[in-house]
């Protein structure tokens, strides 16, 4: 799902030297397929984790791994990312973040082990923060006030689709093909942007750039990462754990120090003095608060529909599709709105109806059909994040000054992204915690030899991969798979629950900070 805020972005930037027409369209193709390979690839990996579990043969923190090492550098990156392209040129960034992404794409579809794919992961996330705000900032400076509208229009439309079709086009690809190709059909997309961009797409500098905060990326890149380290490796290590301990030290450490490199700085990634407003506090914490419920969603809602109810990854990927296209046919109804009522209440009534949906994904059990299931549910989440997403994005836009408003947007954009790395850290543990108590009361009901038991146990970290003992009788083998399937919904049901309580929490930060005004 694309985060808030990016046709904010677009929409902040002054236009530098409007390119000719008859590039523009080339530059929107160029920009829309730079955009899509960063949308989709945080939309596909979903739908292909099963299959990369079972291909490693590797636990729910390896997975979280591969989901958290790709978001942790683009949410750390991605406002020096745009730094960088005012200071040493937007299309340079641009094809720079395109190269590094498709030889990324091409090393995570190489893997041999899951430690290879990990770090590919976050070599993809590094040319993410390249490529998207590089994507973003190019329209702004190719198109003048008049036909920027339209550029914004068409970006946005095709980028929405893509991000939709991506989980149905990558469970197609894990289904008849393999999980490699997730990663390795970047490789051409890619390739075509960079022949667009060199034939067709202008070079462009800020007339007057910002230098790089260096020091302010590098003590937010370990922060994060030691917050994130810290809380995922727990469900192996343990919370006595000197790494464990460790790295959640030293995150909080450089999480502080960011701040307090920030307020010094005099060209910051983090201006905090944006943070004086009230709508813009709100906003974010707004943001922070269901973003991370939408994150943790869709980290484990495929691996329900996969490992538990048996869909096939086609079927996953086409049951999370309408949830992006109702988002995407109400986009221009939910700005309609904000112009009627004011931003305040959708971003109330907004969460609440997307804490229904959360509500509802956790009725079903193991079996059920997905029409009665899951799509009524899918379309209350869906319908609930399309009546918030665009007020949102009018609170952030309107909270500061029309000279801030794109480093606002940008900021609120990243704040979403670090929302969902932390919501699949924490609420992970959670989630492992829960599955593993409810299984273990279930194994106590059943005679097991002490070995076969503690094999058990020693991988309940594989969530609903777990395999019973080879060496079991078939009727034995059966009833420990429907124990896991049964523990598995009993967690998803938990963590289904907490995120209708961010969404809650939500609504109620609209309610107390965001201001009552008209867009």
Known sequence: MRMPCDEAVVRSAGAAVPCLAESRTWILAGTILGSSMAFIDSTVVSVALPALQASFHATVVDMQWVVESYGLFLAALILV????????????????????????????????????????RSVQGVGAALLVPGSLAIISTSFDEKSRGQAIGTWSGFTAITTGIGPVLGGWLV????????????????AAVVVISLWRIPESRSADPRSIDCAGAVLATV????????FVESVNLGWRSPLVFGSLIVGVGCLVAFVLVEAKSVSPMLPLTLFESSSFDGANLLTLCLYAAIGIFFFVFPLNLIQVQGYSTTATGAAIFPLILLM???????????????PRRPLIIGPLITALGFVLFAVPSVGNSYWK?????????GFGMAVTVAPLTTVVMNSVGQDRAGTASGINNAVARVAGVLAIAVLGIIMVTAFGSRLHESLTHIALPSGDMQQLQANMSKLADLQAPADLDDGTRLVIKEFV?????FAFRIVMLMCAGLALASAAISWRMIRESRA
């Open 175 to 190: 289904e008849h093909a393999s999980w490699r190709w997730v990663f390795l059909i970047n490789i051409p997309l890619a």
């Open 485 to 489: 399937g049964g523990a598995f919904v």
């Open 373 to 381: 299931a899951f799509f009524p549910a899918v379309m209350v989440l």
């Open 223 to 230: 922060g994060l990462g030691g917050l994130v380290g810290g």
């Open 328 to 342: 995407f046919l109400l986009s221009r109804w939910s700005g309609g709105l904000v112009a009627r009522y004011g």
């Open 81 to 120: 990312g745009g730094s960088l392209g005012d200071l040493f040129g937007r299309r340079l960034m641009f094809l720079a973040g395109v190269s590094i992404f498709a030889v990324a794409s091409g090393c995570c579809g190489l893997s041999q082990d899951i430690h290879q794919l990990i770090i590919a």
